[in-house]
């Protein structure tokens, strides 16, 4: 059976990858889920200059999900290059999600993670609560921009994270990939949304509201990802939802070619790398199939 992927010239020994800022804020935590079987590992996102993140409760679990504000938390792209180097050390490649308040910023917070080491970078642009980065992920242009510049400066793939929060996700995406983009992921956590304590008469979430994820975002998800790549050429990855191989099958068959893991860890804890993985080969032996690309974008 054959689950190895090539993504934009990253070797992967299996289509499943972490999801950023779910485990990934230290260097040890996501080398333990490259061990676990992670085929790559995507960091929390990572800025130039350190941010605390909002306050607690930052995280509420919700019918099918949850709903969280976490802030992007992370140590700056200067103190988090240590954390590469430990990543790098689970021998799976290490992406590096990051986020900037302009394009130069951006590029800056990309040069610094290549040269710790990062094989990849992931762009949040899409992030629904914080640091106006939804604003650049709904704007074709802005988006173009941001890729372009980061472009210019590094060498490594640069992915692109997008939102289901626009009203024309195939604009959004075909502009990313004329700027230059080598692969696309969709879709970070949908909303915001808000939930309320009704003894207290306040929201949960002391940034009142949050992103949503898990299960009952899948569908968006899926919707997204089939939108996506029958419109644009360079690869695509899924996430949203994804617990379980048959749910990553779904993401394959609309067109992914590797899936993202993130709220799934909740539930099944890090072993869900190694469970999809072998679900996902078990359905395909069941229905004979040799190969990944026999079922990516079936569905087209
Ligand atoms: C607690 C939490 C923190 C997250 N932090 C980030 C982040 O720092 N950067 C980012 O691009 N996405 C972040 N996400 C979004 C996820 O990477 C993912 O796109 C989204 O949760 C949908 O996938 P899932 O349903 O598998 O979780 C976060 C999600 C959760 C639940």
Known sequence: MELSIELAGLKLKNP??????????TGASLKRVAQAGAGAVI???????????????????????????????????????????????G?????????????????????????????GLELNVSCP???????????????????????????IPVMVKLSSNVSNIIEIAKSAERAGADIISAINSLGPGMVIDIET???????????FSGPCIKPVALRCIYEISKNVKIPVVGVGGITSGNDAIE????????IQIGTGIYYHKIEIFKKITDEISDFMDKKGYKSLNEIIGLVH
């Open 16 to 25: 499943t990858l972490l999801a950023a800022g779910v485990f990934g804020v």
């Open 43 to 89: 960091t929390k996102s990572i800025s130039l200059k350190p941010n605390p993140g909002c306050p607690n409760p930052t995280i509420v679990e919700v019918l099918g999900g949850f709903l969280n504000a976490m802030g992007l938390p992370n140590p700056g792209c200067y103190e988090f290059s240590q954390e590469i180097k430990v990543a790098k050390e």
């Open 91 to 119: 021998k799976v490649p290490v992406i590096a999600n990051i986020y900037g308040s302009t394009p130069d910023e951006f590029a800056q917070v990309g040069e610094v993670m290549e040269g710790a080491g990062a094989d």
């Open 201 to 211: 008469a306040s929201p949960i979430l002391a940034n009142k509201v949050g992103g």
């Open 129 to 155: 609560h914080s640091g106006g980065l939804i604003e650049i992920g709904q704007n074709p242009e802005l988006t173009a921009e941001v890729v372009r510049t980061v472009k210019k400066k590094v060498r």
């Open 251 to 258: 993401f394959f068959m609309a067109g992914a070619k590797a």
